[in-house]
């Protein structure tokens, strides 16, 4: 069966440029969204603070790691869906620290291993800082990695199915997530199937799903995460869920079995 994760885009957060809002304010919001993507039957949802953009590369201060770790904890004490962390752009240490007090499920991490030109700079994988943290902690998180990420280049430009083997095989991934060149792009079907038969993990979406693509991703993935414009009140990308748009893909991807 084809795993559902929703997405909850927090606002600004206090200390980001753009905040606007108290950390009560913003934990009311996220458990808000929580609540609606439960009701609209996805299976988990990421915790992800889009909103405090332009982004630091892979270190963020303290005030963000002290308000995600609060908003975190509020979404997995108020809902019974497994609940994930991404932290911007690439604090993967930082998010599977607070995934781990907090008693979250698993974390997003951009750069796991490899070297990507982004916007932020050139990013370099925490994959060895990481899996030695984790295995510090004595902790089950699990590790969800993208291959050849969004609104990146990678410099060690092997292809894609040779990039998933190494993240599964090297990196210590326990799921890989494929994603076209930016956020509303979907990924080439065809470097899903690539992935697909190079790894035995999990392969997730992490890019592009929209109301008229995601039928033939449900053929093709273990699990989509869902975030675009069609599943945004109005359509405002980083907005409030559209619950009803959750449900619709929800229901039809349940319905749909896998091809490869």
């Given amino acids: 069966m084809v795993k559902i994760i929703g997405m909850i885009h927090l606002p600004p957060l206090p200390g980001s440029p753009r905040n606007t809002m108290s950390l009560e304010e913003v934990v009311e919001y996220a458990s ?35 308000s995600m770790a609060v908003i975190v904890r509020e979404v997995v004490r108020n809902s019974s869906l497994e609940v994930g962390v991404n932290i ?48 510090y902690l004595n902790s089950n998180i699990k590790i969800y990695a993208d291959v050849h990420v969004k609104h990146a280049y990678p410099l060690y430009n092997v292809d894609i199915e040779i990039a998933a083997e190494d993240l599964a095989e090297r990196g210590g991934a326990d799921a890989i997530i494929v994603s076209g060149p930016r956020s509303p792009i979907p990924p080439d079907i ?11 993990l999990p392969v997730l979406i992490g890019s592009g799903i929209s109301l008229s693509n995601f039928r ?15 599943f945004k009140i109005n359509g405002e990308i980083g907005g409030r869920s559209n619950g009803e748009s959750y449900a619709i893909l929800v229901k039809e991807c349940r319905s749909i079995s896998p091809m490869v």
């Fill in 88 to 135: 911007l752009r690439n604090a993967c240490i930082q998010a599977f620290e607070v995934a781990h007090v907090t008693g979250a499920d698993f974390i997003r991490c951009n750069v796991l291993n490899g070297a990507y030109v982004t916007d932020q700079g050139i990013i370099e994988g925490r994959g060895a800082e990481l899996l030695r943290d984790k295995r």
């Fill in 216 to 230: 033939k991703y449900c053929e093709v993935a273990d699990g989509l995460i869902i975030g675009e414009s069609d």
């Fill in 32 to 66: 808000s969204e929580a609540k609606t993507l439960e009701k609209a039957g996805v299976d988990a949802v990421i915790v992800e603070n889009l909103g405090d953009y332009p982004f630091f590369k892979d270190q963020v201060p303290a005030i963000t790691i002290a």
């Fill in 190 to 200: 065809q470097n899903v199937i690539k992935v697909k038969k190079a790894v035995k």
